[in-house]
Every structure is written in structure tokens, then in C-alpha cells.
């Protein structure tokens, strides 16, 4: 989940100009597609690969590195460290170069990172610290890809195609969110943790063959002058400073993200301890926030058509969050529809808004700076959630889990209030051009 105006950011000419991108044309249909499809498909089997090692990778420390629960958090926590140092010279790196190159060797990066796994167990060299290791090359590389993907997909798209591809590879994210887990663990039990990893070094080789065979040419970036990088992630950070919608999306995508986080840490114990139940049923209860998020999906074209790309963004978050807080009501029996109802909410409307937040930033923002922008957006968006999941874990200790879980859902349900005090509350549509032009755009 997401984010009037700086001009002298944007160079003396307009973003088409020096390069020839489309990040402001509509594409002929077959042309866009094509290339998206591959894009898409690349992306989905990715997507199952990565559910895979998200359980595969704890797994492998727990059963067969017997680690502490200590290092386990320390584990999870790796992730994210490249985020934290590289998040922001990451834009302006991908800014500098084609942001193909750039995807292409972040996968091959995930691929020999994940790859490794199994060749060390094989040998019977597998240890804690190339766990951890290869957690730092998979956050670096997700870091590097998915700021080049977000900022790569307008100029293969098209603008007037952006909403469109966002809901497509949302119904594929959230369908892998539904059948992943379940594979991931048969997989797992079927071959070993550490072996399940080479399903997910193969998917990322899928994923780079599918990058290879776009056949539509990426233009080269602009030239800019020489300047010192911080000069140049500066204008990324300025720019996102001096658009106040893109403030009440990040605020709103920054207080969502921390406070889910902290839920997140507390859910399954919550339900263990407060509401005894097996892990069967937990298990069934946590796919209704996926199966929220297949339907958000693929409902978003449709009411974006009916509501407006910006409404449905403000409003469809401000309408599902608030059923968050009947989660810490939850009890047993009967009472665990109160739980599916809350979970199913927050799936159905982090999708709506994720659809619409990102392709508004990719409209709005100019394309030579997208790469900056998404980078510092990330940063803002996502730096704080290890923090969220640690505070999480602290709160259901100190005041017992389902009162910690009322102050986390209480996060969640009050974040569209950053959207609601904004004057996105005043849009219908998202502009048709650069953020120059949101003064003028589509009331409702």
C-alpha cells in the first residue's frame, strides 16, 4: 500500500522528450499486451516461487539449523536491511540506467542467492550465516527489481493501460497469496526445506527469460549532468516533499504497513492463546485475507469505471479498514466469523487502494524521476515495519495479545484518515498528465 510541485525537477522539457518514452501515450492495443503478458506471466510464476521460500527459509533455520527463536526473528529481519542503507541511491541508480537491465539482473541475483541453499545442504555445509546472508541478497534484490518494475511498467504500458495492468498483476499476486502457502508446505514436506529452494531459483530464471522475450525497446535514460548522488536523491525525496497527495499516500501506506506489521506479529498467537484454536483453522481463517484481496482485484476495473480511480482508492480503504477492529472481538465459535470478516476486509481494501495508489504515482510523477520517487516512497512506505512487528510482539507481552491486538487494529482502521483530511477526498479520477496538471484535474 501508497503515496503538487516542483518543475525545475523535471528538466527544461517535457518527460517524453530525449528518449522517446510513453510514459505519457496510449500504446496501440497489441503492441502494450504482448509485452505486458510476458511481463505478467514472468511475474506470476515468480510470485509462487517467493511464497515458497518465504516459508522455506525459517523452516530451513528451525528443522534443520535448530535456531533459537532469537535468531529467527534476526532472520526475518535481514530482509530488510538493504531497504533501509540502499533504498534511496537505489532510485537514483535505476533512474541512471534501463530499468530492464536492472530487473534482469536483480532476479538472476535472487536466482544464485536461493540457488545456493540447496547446493550447501547437499554438500552438508548449510549454515546460519549464509541464511542470513542470502535474506540480505533477496531484500537487495527485491529492493533493486520492484523499483525498476514500478517505474519500467508506464513506459511499457502506456498510461491509459496502467490501471488495467496494476489489477491483472494484483489478481495474480493475490491468487498466489491463496494457493502459495499450501504449496509451499507440500513442497517442503515433500523434498526438505532446504530443498524446496530450488523451485523458487527456477522461478526467478522463468522470470528472466520472461523479461528477455519483451520485444518492445526500453529507450535509454536521459543524460543529466554530473552531479553527487545525494544531489540526485534529493529531487526524488523534493519531490514527493512538495506534492501533498503523494504525502497522504505514503502516510497512509506508512501507518497501514506498521500497524498490519504488528497485527501480524500477534495473529497467530492471539488466535492460539485467546481463542484456542488448532492450526487448521487458523490456517483457514488467515486465506480470507487473500481471498479478500482476489476479489478486490478483480473488482477494481469495474468500480474504478463506476467510482473513479481516486474515489474508489479514498473511499474503498475508508469503508474496509474500520472492520478491522471486529478482529479483537473475535471468540470461539460463532465468533470466528468476526475474524474472517475483519481479515477479508483488509484484503479487499489494501487491494483497491494498492492498484490505484501505484498507478497514481506512475501518472503523476515525471519519468525521469520515477525511479527516485518509488525508491524514496519504498523507504517511507516499508522502513518502519520491522519496527511494527518488534513493537507488536512487546504489546501483546507487557498487556496481554488481545488488547495489543485492539491498538494495532485501531492503526489500521484510522489509516484512511490521512486520505480523508487530504484533498484527494475532492478527486474523481486520477490526472491525465504529470503533477503539474493536478490542480486541474476531474472533481466529483
Known amino acids: 500500500m501508497r503515496r503538487l510541485n516542483t518543475a525545475s525537477d523535471r528538466g527544461s522539457g517535457g518527460p517524453g522528450e530525449g528518449g522517446g518514452d510513453t510514459h505519457g501515450e496510449s500504446l496501440p492495443s497489441g503492441s502494450w499486451l504482448a509485452a505486458f503478458r510476458l511481463l505478467w506471466a514472468g511475474q506470476t510464476v515468480s510470485g509462487l ?8 527459509l525459517p523452516l530451513a533455520a528451525v528443522l534443520v539449523l535448530h535456531v533459537s527463536t532469537f535468531e529467527v526473528g534476526v532472520l526475518s529481519a535481514a530482509s530488510y536491511v538493504p531497504l533501509l542503507i540502499l533504498g534511496v541511491p537505489a532510485g537514483v541508480w535505476i533512474d541512471r540506467v534501463r530499468r530492464r537491465s536492472v530487473m534482469v539482473a536483480a532476479d538472476a541475483l535472487r536466482a544464485l542467492a536461493v540457488g ?73 514436506g515433500a523434498v526438505g526445506a532446504p530443498f524446496a529452494f530450488v523451485a523458487d531459483a527456477c522461478s526467478f530464471v522463468v522470470s528472466v527469460a520472461s523479461i528477455l522475450g519483451i520485444r518492445r525497446a526500453e529507450p535509454a535514460p536521459r543524460k543529466r549532468p554530473a552531479v553527487s548522488l545525494w544531489s540526485e536523491a534529493r529531487a526524488g525525496l523534493g519531490f514527493l516533499r512538495g506534492q501533498p497527495m503523494l504525502q497522504a499516500i505514503a502516510a497512509t501506506s506508512a501507518s497501514t504497513n506498521v500497524f498490519l506489521a504488528a497485527f501480524v506479529a500477534l495473529g497467530t498467537v492471539f488466535l492460539v492463546r485467546q481463542v484456542h484454536l488448532p492450526p ?8 480470507c485475507s487473500a481471498v479478500g484481496a482476489v476479489l478486490g482485484a478483480l473488482s477494481a476495473g469495474w468500480l474504478r469505471r463506476r467510482l473513479g480511480s481516486v474515489r474508489i482508492m479514498v473511499v474503498g480503504l475508508a469503508c474496509t479498514m474500520p472492520l478491522a477492529l471486529l478482529i479483537p472481538l473475535t471468540f470461539p465459535g460463532a465468533g470466528l466469523v468476526l475474524y474472517a470478516v475483519g481479515v477479508f476486509a483488509i484484503g479487499l481494501g489494501s487491494v483497491l487502494y494498492n492498484v490505484h495508489q501505484q498507478t497514481f504515482r506512475q501518472i503523476v510523477c515525471p519519468e525521469e524521476l520515477l525511479g527516485r520517487v518509488n525508491a524514496s516512497f519504498r523507504v517511507l512506505t516499508w522502513g518502519l515495519v520491522p519496527l511494527g512487528a518488534v513493537l507488536g510482539g512487546l504489546a501483546g507481552t507487557l498487556i496481554g495479545n488481545r488488547n495489543a491486538v485492539w491498538i494495532a487494529t485501531a492503526g ?12 484527494l477526498r475532492r478527486l474523481r479520477d486520477i490526472p491525465d498528465g504529470p503533477a503539474d496538471t493536478l490542480g486541474e484535474a476531474s472533481l466529483g
Open 49 to 56: 516461487g517467493s511464497e515458497i521460500t518465504r516459508l522455506a
Open 116 to 188: 545456493s541453499i540447496p547446493v550447501a545442504a547437499a554438500l552438508g555445509r548449510l549454515g546460519y550465516v549464509q541464511l542470513v546472508v542470502v535474506a540480505v541478497l533477496l531484500g537487495t534484490g527485491s529492493l533493486f527489481f520492484d523499483v525498476a518494475y514500478e517505474s519500467y511498467l508506464p513506459g511499457l504500458v502506456g498510461r491509459a493501460h496502467l490501471a488495467d495492468s496494476n489489477s491483472r498483476l494484483q489478481v495474480s499476486a493475490s491468487v498466489v497469496r491463496v494457493a502459495g502457502p499450501s504449496s509451499a508446505g507440500l513442497l517442503v
Open 280 to 287: 487448521a483453522i487458523i490456517g483457514l481463517l488467515s486465506t
Open 412 to 423: 489500521i482502521a484510522a489509516a484512511p484518515l490521512w486520505l480523508l483530511a487530504s484533498p
